[in-house]
């Protein structure tokens, strides 16, 4: 506890008091006679009577409200409001306006709102609510006088406490509170808390801070938020009976808890930071939120004011208090002095709720906030209230490295500090495992809220300086190895922690994996590399194998290809299929890989892997380079070649391996020389042997033309008519007479095979007539028997070539008559043509001096330049010229 406010008696009437009204430093009296009476007070406690109206009402002044900004008193006489312009000392209340329409009215509250208009003036406008029996009726201050809203809340009793706060208006009645949401066309009624106790009394209700509502319910304060009746309107917080049903209630998040005053409240008054309440035997001052580190709420007992009745606010830390003819005028002590008592202590919270509303400069103010909030973290610390303090470090804006060195070790091998930050570290308690668990994980809250301020910093300032992100990730970095090792991959991929620091961090905990991340987002990869080939090894490890390895080198790309070759050697000799991963994969890291740079490495280090990177980036990626498809081609070759060889070297009889191998490949290779077009012939022909793999020279020679070659080899060589006949008709629309020049072939034998070592096939060391008239029958719309008939022996006879020559007459006579019938209606149409251009030059057009061009409207100059239209139209070139331009224009 601790004097919060003082005490000025200020004068002792002889009028009996019935309701008090204050403003600034002035206080108005109501008696019971009818009177009117206004005080002024300055700080000393001096008092001037500014107005006295001795006949204001024949009546008691029941109740009484004034609007400072407008200068207005609305009083409430004989149940009826009445309104007094205050503006004017000495004006003795000047009566403006009597609402009548207010008859009845036993009970009144105001709601007053400033708003901005249209032309950008500030003016305010004033409800008045008016409880006339059992229904509330609503007003408004316009043009000096109360006009009525159409608009009325049927109650259930007379109400006995009334306030209006925007969009919501809350009941007292002798039973209950209830509220009501005025949004929705018909008012929705929301029931709050009962008051029926042991104790008779009326309820009262306060407008505490942020638009909230304080009720009395016995000796506790009770806080409504009204929002959440306007904005939610359900009956959730209805309860009957019991405090605890009360309590429960309304504990909603951010909302203060019910506060206990030492007996039943009578009357309540809200001056920020404070909750002034009249109880029985006194005042009492409690501030509405009490510290986590000191529970009470009392501030301040008041036991000389037990006789009063009234208490009224008149301005920030000015409040009234009267008794049946007495006055009493308190005042809050200065914030310097209550400020250095609370800190003392340890009510931190409230010391700064009462700096916050003191008339110091903003920057003293802003600075001493900060200092208490520094002063209240450190508190909670040292009380092992670890979340909330880290709150209040955020609060007061600490700088993070202070906040960790609140914490042993985090920062034994780190990285100092720059000097002109270091702030004398406080003294910490000894922390047991449970609490520094607490400890860390409300530091990692503070810190993941630190760094991204600290990132929007230097993105805001453009600046390279890192030294704070690096000090809080590498903290982050060890809080998470003692909390959460699971986040501590994400942070590390951040990449601003401090690298020595955290790589001395991560081997003492034995993250192997999360020292491979540190490596890699810090450039250090051959470090990741090595540790990935030494672990690859060790049976348990979670890097155990190469396919860790094969991910990293997938991800480096084309700048670390040196890094690469170093390190994928290992890989490509333990899994040669799995590690030629690190080449094919679809990343666009690894499609980017130079691959003239790749296809060398394999040629000169793992020459069995050629072949299938090869196929990859030909078949997969469609990659037409001419060097890669000759390559290809040549290690198909190759591949055959050497196959070939073993078999000959092999002793044992079991061959069948090597040989579905060569046939696996031969069939690849034909494929391949089929299917490519990006391979250069001429460059592939020069590196095959001339007495193997006569299949696959033939389809080279074929991509060249040279027929009468591979017509050789598939005939003389091979003995396969029926290859020769389908290479035949695959060229047949480029070389009309290939035809000719296979049954050339077979007609006219060579003595000599075309290539050494090559053996000639038996079947066709002569004509073999029974295949040179199969292939005349068959295609003998193909062969042209002006070429072929001179080349027929003498002595075959004609009957068993009729066939051939009839097909073929028959085909010449066809194209004979094709040939005719194009002539004629070739001059078919040479006729037409004709006469339709003699139509049109038949066409003229007179030209007279009185001729006018339909655009211009001008007459032709002889001679004229015109334009003549399909539709018979005769124009100007120039006008002409004009409009087709502007189409064009148009159209564009």
């Known amino acids: 506890m601790h004097q919060a406010y003082i005490i000025h008696k200020i004068l002792k009437q002889g009028v009996q008091i019935e309701c008090i009204a204050a403003y600034d ?41 004034v609007i400072p900004a407008e200068r207005l008193l609305f009083v409430l006489t004989d149940n009826v409001v009445h309104v007094c312009d205050i503006s004017q000392v000495g004006s003795n209340f000047t009566f403006i306006h009597s609402a009548m329409a207010t008859k009845g009215c036993t009970l009144f509250a105001l709601d007053v709102k400033t708003t901005k208009l249209p032309n950008g003036e500030m003016t305010t406008v004033i409800g008045v609510c008016c409880a006339i029996k059992r229904q509330l009726q609503f007003f408004y201050w316009k043009q000096d006088k109360l006009n009525t809203f159409e608009f009325t809340i049927e109650l259930k009793d007379v109400p006995k406490a009334l306030c209006w706060v925007d969009d919501a208006v809350c009941i007292g009645f002798k039973d209950e509170y209830v509220i009501y949401n005025m949004l929705p066309t018909k008012p929705e009624k929301h029931d709050l808390i009962v008051t029926s106790s042991s104790h008779s009394m009326d309820p009262c209700i306060c407008l505490l801070k942020h638009k909230m509502l304080g009720v009395s319910k016995d000796v506790y304060l009770v806080v409504i938020d009204p929002n959440d009746y306007v904005k939610k309107p359900d009956d959730r917080l209805k309860s009957h009976g019991v405090i605890d049903a009360a309590v429960g209630s309304v504990e909603i998040k951010n909302k203060p808890k019910p506060m206990m005053y030492s007996s039943s409240l009578l009357d309540i008054v809200w001056d920020e930071p404070y909750v002034i309440g009249r109880v029985a035997n006194g005042i009492e001052v409690r501030c509405i939120e009490s510290s986590s580190i000191n529970k009470d709420t009392l501030v301040q007992t008041i036991p000389e004011l037990n006789k009063t009745k009234f208490l009224v606010r008149s301005g920030k830390g000015t409040i009234f208090a009267a ?23 340890k009510k931190f919270q409230l010391a700064i709720g009462l700096t916050n509303i003191s008339e110091e400069p903003d920057d003293i103010k802003a600075s001493t906030i900060r200092e208490i909030h520094m002063r209240y973290a450190r508190e909670l610390f040292a009380n092992k209230q670890f979340s909330d303090s880290m709150k209040e470090f955020e609060k007061a804006v600490a700088d993070p490295y202070d906040v960790i060195r609140l ?53 805001d300032t453009k600046s390279t300086s890192k030294s704070l992100l690096s000090i809080i ?14 986040l501590v991959a994400p942070l590390l991929r951040l990449n601003q922690c401090h690298l020595e620091e955290s790589e001395k961090t991560l081997k003492k905990h034995d993250k192997i994996s999360e020292l491979i991340i540190l490596y890699q987002m810090n450039g250090k990869h051959k470090k990741s590399l090595e540790l990935l080939k030494a672990q690859a090894s060790v049976e348990g490890s979670s890097l155990f194998g190469y396919d860790r390895t094969i991910k990293y080198l997938q991800q480096l790309g084309s700048p670390q290809l040196s890094l690469i070759f170093e390190f994928c050697d290992w890989v490509l000799k333990e899994a040669p299929e799995e590690g030629l991963r690190i080449f094919t994969d679809n990343f666009i890291e690894v499609e980017n890989l130079p691959r003239a740079s790749v296809l060398d490495f394999l040629l000169s280090r793992h020459k069995g892997l050629v072949i299938p990177y090869l196929e990859h980036v030909i078949n997969v990626w469609k990659d037409n380079n001419t060097l890669l498809h000759n390559v290809l081609a040549k290690q198909y070759r190759e591949k055959v070649h050497n196959l070939l060889e073993e078999i000959k070297r092999e002793e044992s009889e079991d061959k069948s391996n090597a040989k579905e191998n060569i046939r696996k490949y031969r069939e690849k290779l034909c494929d391949f020389l089929k299917n490519s077009q990006n391979y250069s012939p001429e460059v592939v022909l020069k ?14 020679l074929g991509r060249l033309k040279e027929h009468e070659k591979v017509l050789a080899i598939y005939v003389q060589v091979l003995g396969d008519v029926q290859k020769a006949a389908e290479y035949c008709e695959a060229n047949y629309a480029d070389d009309k007479d290939i035809f000719a020049t296979l049954l050339k072939t077979l007609l006219k034998p060579v003595r000599e095979p075309p290539y050494e070592n090559v053996e000639l096939h038996p079947d066709f060391l002569r004509p073999n007539e029974d295949i040179i008239l199969e292939l005349l029958n068959k295609y003998a719309e193909k062969i042209d028997p002006y070429v072929v008939v001179p080349l027929l022996p003498d002595d075959m006879p004609a009957q068993s070539i009729w066939k051939y020559l009839e097909t073929a007459l028959r085909v010449e006579i066809a194209e004979h008559h094709e040939k005719e019938m194009m002539i004629g209606l070739l001059k078919a149409e040479i006729q037409r043509v004709r ?17 006018v061009c339909p655009q211009c409207k001008k007459r032709f100059t002889n001679p004229p330049a015109f334009v003549r239209y399909p539709n018979g139209e005769v124009v100007h070139l120039s006008c002409h010229d004009k409009y087709a331009q502007s189409t064009s224009s148009t159209s564009s």
């Open 835 to 851: 006469r339709q251009i003699r139509a049109e030059e038949s066409k003229y057009v007179v030209l007279t001096e009185f001729t």
């Open 407 to 459: 914490f042993p070790n985090l920062l034994q091998d780190q990285t100092n500090k720059p000097s002109e930050i270091v702030v004398p570290a406080p003294p910490t308690p000894q922390l047991e495992e449970k609490d520094m668990e607490n400890a860390l994980l409300a530091l990692i809250e503070f810190l993941a809220l630190a760094r991204q301020k600290e990132v929007v910093k230097l993105r």
């Open 323 to 345: 008794a049946m003819s007495e006055l009493w005028c308190i005042r809050m002590v200065d914030v310097p002095t209550q400020r250095k008592i609370l800190l003392q202590q």
């Open 687 to 700: 590196d095959f042997p001339t007495n193997e793999l006569l299949v696959e020279r033939a389809l080279i």
């Open 473 to 486: 990730d590498t903290t982050l970095l060890k809080c998470y190895l003692q909390t959460n090792d699971s």
């Open 25 to 65: 430093n002035n206080v108005i009296l109501g008696t019971r006679s009818g009177q009117l009476i206004m005080y002024s007070v300055d700080e000393s406690g001096d008092v001037d009577m500014l107005m006295f109206n001795k006949n204001f009402s024949k009546k008691a002044i029941v109740q009484m409200q």
